[in-house]
């Protein structure tokens, strides 16, 4: 392929775009993870991403995609035949789901239209008709990265406490953490499941699990076979810094100047940031004339927007097109969606005018593509970015990226 001037659009809901803070952190010589200085690092690192979950409990990292974390998740929790509740939000849901009925757990999918979030009144009804207490785990996914809906899990975690029900919670943050509020502790969720390479900006190859004393304790009583994935291994090394393991060394240089950059911004204006460039892009699919897949406003994700297509118009098509013309990479829909939704990714490291060039190139693909809509988009986004950077629009927090 040729040269192609300028810098590639990676507007893909995850990856996203890393950094030249954080690539320079990485450029650095692997040391002897079993040295003093790395104990340093990996002590700023496990202690530096608590506050980012929301949580003064163990994080674990493991050398792995964020696949690997749900799987953790089960595996240290459960005990095979066990029972999970899991919520068919979309292809995530669907995937994690795929994983457990592997793993031998007899999972219960709450239907759904991959359009809505996790239905709090439906998890509620199934726990409260469980009065033998045999599922053990109410599995959510935070932002669904396939259709663009949040799950509200402050309203799950009321409808398993009014259900007085006591499966563990667990949440699946991959694409929120970082870019949308989340708090662990707060919202009573007993393990969080994230990555690296979504709002903390990192190249792939980095996953969590936030564990509560609930989890732990769980954990000592759960018999499905664990070895890479056991939190025992981890947690004692962990104390000082240390890995069982060989660990991902020069990602975990990257994620200590993600922490520190997370932590300049300040992560109350991080989620401002996102839900600015989420109500603007918002603004802009509706000036088209477009779709957006999110049937519930409240449900709105500030990670990304899945726009669907009229009838009779290709969304790989579009993407295609996109890429050969301006160098954007796009989200397919994933799934079922596959052909009739593009997603606009709108996380990470990305600012007022990365919103308004990857804007433009949707409008501009949209138009070469033949789809029918009003050029208004860009205009109507770039309307709602100047509102919010007058003095008196917005609270300080929301204008200050
Ligand atoms: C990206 C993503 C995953 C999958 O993570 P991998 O790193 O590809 O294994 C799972 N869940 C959600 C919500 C995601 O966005």
Same mark, same amino acid.
């Given at each position: 392929?040729?040269?192609?001037?300028?810098? &590639?659009?990676?507007?893909?809901?995850?990856?996203?775009?890393?950094?030249? @803070?954080?690539? @320079?952190?990485?450029?650095?010589?692997?040391?002897?993870?079993?040295?003093?200085?790395?104990?340093?690092?990996?002590? +700023?690192?496990?202690?530096?991403?608590?506050?980012?979950? %929301?949580? &003064?409990?163990?994080?674990?990292?493991?050398?792995?995609? %964020?696949?690997?974390?749900? *799987?953790?998740? /089960?595996?240290?929790?459960?005990?095979?035949?066990?029972?999970?509740?899991?919520?068919?939000?979309?292809?995530?849901?669907?995937?994690?789901?795929?994983?457990?009925?592997?793993?031998?757990?007899?999972?219960?999918?709450?239907?759904?239209?991959?359009?809505?979030?996790? $239905? +709090?009144?439906?998890?509620?009804?199934?726990?409260?008709?469980?009065?033998?207490?045999?599922?053990?785990?109410?599995?959510?996914?935070?932002?669904?990265?396939?259709?663009?809906?949040?799950?509200? =899990?402050?309203?799950?975690?009321?409808?398993? $406490?009014?259900?007085?029900?006591?499966?563990?919670?667990?949440?699946?943050?991959?694409?929120?953490?970082?870019?949308? *509020?989340?708090?662990?502790?707060?919202?009573?969720?007993?393990?969080?499941?994230?990555?690296?390479?979504?709002?903390?900006?990192?190249?792939?190859?980095?996953?969590?699990?936030?564990?509560?004393? !609930?989890?732990? +304790?769980?954990?000592? !009583?759960?018999?499905?076979?664990?070895?890479?994935?056991?939190?025992?291994?981890?947690?004692?090394?962990?104390?000082?810094?240390?890995?069982?393991?060989?660990?991902?060394?020069?990602?975990?240089?990257?994620?200590?100047? +993600?922490?520190?950059?997370?932590? *300049? *911004?300040?992560?109350?204006?991080?989620?401002? @940031?996102?839900?600015? &460039?989420?109500?603007?892009?918002?603004?802009?699919?509706?000036?088209?004339?477009?779709?957006?897949?999110?049937?519930?406003?409240?449900?709105?994700?500030?990670?990304?927007?899945?726009?669907?297509?009229?009838?009779?118009?290709?969304?790989?098509?579009?993407?295609?097109?996109?890429?050969?013309?301006? $160098?954007?990479?796009?989200?397919?829909?994933?799934?079922?969606?596959?052909?009739?939704?593009?997603?606009?990714?709108? /996380?990470? $490291?990305?600012?007022?005018?990365?919103?308004?060039?990857?804007?433009?190139?949707?409008?501009?693909?949209?138009?070469?593509?033949? =789809?029918?809509?009003?050029?208004?988009?860009?205009?109507?986004?770039?309307?709602?970015?100047?509102?919010?950077?007058?003095?008196?629009?917005?609270?300080?927090?929301?204008?200050?990226?």
């Amino acid at each position: 392929m040729s040269h192609r001037a300028g810098r &590639h659009f990676l507007q893909i809901p995850g990856p996203t775009n890393v950094p030249d @803070r954080v690539l @320079r952190a990485m450029d650095r010589p692997t040391i002897d993870h079993r040295g003093p200085d790395f104990s340093r690092l990996g002590r +700023a690192v496990l202690d530096g991403l608590k506050p980012i979950f %929301g949580t &003064h409990h163990p994080v674990i990292i493991y050398p792995a995609s %964020g696949t690997g974390a749900w *799987e953790a998740a /089960l595996v240290n929790t459960m005990s095979p035949g066990d029972r999970v509740l899991m919520c068919e939000t979309g292809q995530f849901a669907t995937l994690w789901r795929n994983l457990a009925t592997r793993l031998g757990l007899r999972v219960e999918f709450i239907a759904g239209d991959w359009r809505h979030g996790a $239905d +709090a009144a439906a998890i509620e009804a199934r726990l409260a008709a469980d009065t033998a207490h045999e599922i053990r785990a109410v599995c959510v996914v935070h932002n669904e990265t396939s259709t663009g809906v949040t799950t509200r =899990v402050p309203d799950v975690r009321a409808a398993i $406490d009014r259900a007085r029900h006591p499966a563990l919670l667990m949440v699946d943050t991959i694409s929120s953490l970082g870019s949308i *509020e989340y708090r662990h502790d707060d919202w009573g969720v007993d393990v969080t499941v994230a990555g690296s390479q979504k709002g903390l900006m990192l190249p792939p190859g980095l996953s969590f699990n936030a564990v509560s004393n !609930k989890a732990l +304790a769980a954990s000592q !009583k759960a018999t499905m076979p664990r070895s890479y994935w056991s939190w025992d291994e981890m947690l004692g090394p962990n104390k000082g810094g240390w890995f069982p393991y060989t660990p991902a060394t020069n990602l975990l240089y990257g994620l200590h100047e +993600a922490i520190v950059m997370l932590n *300049e *911004e300040g992560l109350d204006n991080v989620f401002a @940031r996102h839900a600015r &460039h989420a109500e603007a892009t918002r603004r802009a699919v509706r000036a088209w004339g477009l779709e957006i897949l999110c049937a519930d406003p409240r449900e709105y994700s500030n990670v990304l927007t899945a726009v669907v297509l009229p009838e009779g118009h290709d969304a790989d098509r579009l993407r295609a097109l996109i890429l050969d013309h301006f $160098d954007m990479s796009l989200g397919a829909g994933l799934g079922r969606l596959a052909g009739r939704v593009f997603r606009i990714g709108h /996380l990470g $490291d990305f600012n007022d005018l990365t919103l308004a060039g990857t804007l433009s190139g949707v409008e501009m693909g949209l138009e070469l593509a033949g =789809v029918p809509i009003a050029r208004e988009g860009v205009r109507a986004a770039l309307d709602w970015l100047i509102e919010a950077r007058r003095p008196t629009a917005l609270p300080r927090e929301v204008v200050s990226a």
